[in-house]
């Protein structure tokens, strides 16, 4: 009788992160789109999260950290460029981050990224310091 019927090592085991692009995006669309902005960062951060991890696994990326960075600072800089061209200078104050919905949205987004941005960095020092 063997241990694990039916699997052997020629065949490649399925990876977890295909259903973390799919919640990550999914929870990213509900809290963007609906205006709820723990779930809309939580989302974005494990979406972006999930994109680094299944590029490392996958051999497109030796270490998880740039790719979340670079992840981090293109909703950064999509949110800024939205926010610049569809928004009105004097909204830009924190006063103004419960007022409107497509601001609160979009510093959402910011938060995200610039939470994946520290911790990539975070990753690569730590990971520096490890070796």
């Keep these: 009788m063997e241990e694990k019927p039916g699997l052997s090592d020629q065949y490649r085991m399925s990876s977890p992160w295909p ?5 990550g995006l999914a929870l990213s669309e509900i809290g963007v789109f609906i205006g709820l902005f723990p779930v809309a960062v ?5 979406f972006g999260g999930s994109i680094a991890g299944i590029l490392t ?7 998880p950290w740039p790719t979340l960075v670079g992840v981090g600072v293109l909703l950064v800089l999509l949110a800024a460029l939205v926010a610049v061209l569809q928004l009105p ?3 830009f104050t924190l006063a103004n981050v419960g007022e409107g919905p497509l601001f609160t949205r979009l510093v959402a987004v910011v938060v995200a990224g610039a939470v994946m941005v520290a911790m990539g960095g975070a990753g690569s020092v730590v990971e520096q310091t490890k070796v």
Aim: zero cysteines; charged letters at 10%.
């Design 19 to 23: 259903v973390f692009v799919a919640l």
């Design 42 to 46: 939580f989302g974005l951060i494990l």
């Design 57 to 63: 696994e996958s051999g497109y990326a030796t270490r």
């Design 89 to 91: 200078t004097s909204a």
